[in-house]
């Protein structure tokens, strides 16, 4: 009698595999997909930057008006965006941040949790963001 097919054991042993290694994947799937968002808050935070130093060639000072850096700056989270972003202006210098939105859906997988970028006036970027 010829056996077509499978046996049980070797389908389960199947699932085992693929289990494990879906374990192991899907964490660091997440953390890429985290990186490629945090994309934006870098590229924003340029725009802030260059939009600053611009601002300040014309009028000798820094501001915490994104409005007036002639492009808009999405200041609270929506459904496009990932972050919100602020600027804090010290004197002659000036910060600008992008906060992980953790609101609409748009949470951050719990193994990354919240975090934030920062660009200075110097173009030093930081933050608390381990992924990146």
Known sequence: ??????TLTELLIVVVVIS???????????KVMEKGRSSEARTILGQIRSGETAY???YNQFTNNAAALQFSVPSRCSATHYFSYGI?????????TAARCTASGKFPNSAIGA?????????VLG????IL
């Open 56 to 58: 300040y060639m014309e």
């Open 115 to 123: 975090y934030s970028l920062n660009i200075t006036d110097q173009g």
């Open 127 to 130: 933050g608390n963001a381990t």
């Open 1 to 6: 009698m010829e056996k077509n097919g499978f």
């Open 20 to 30: 494990i290694l879906a374990s192991v994947g899907f964490p660091e799937y997440l």
């Open 88 to 96: 804090s202006v010290s004197g002659t210098t000036f910060t600008a």
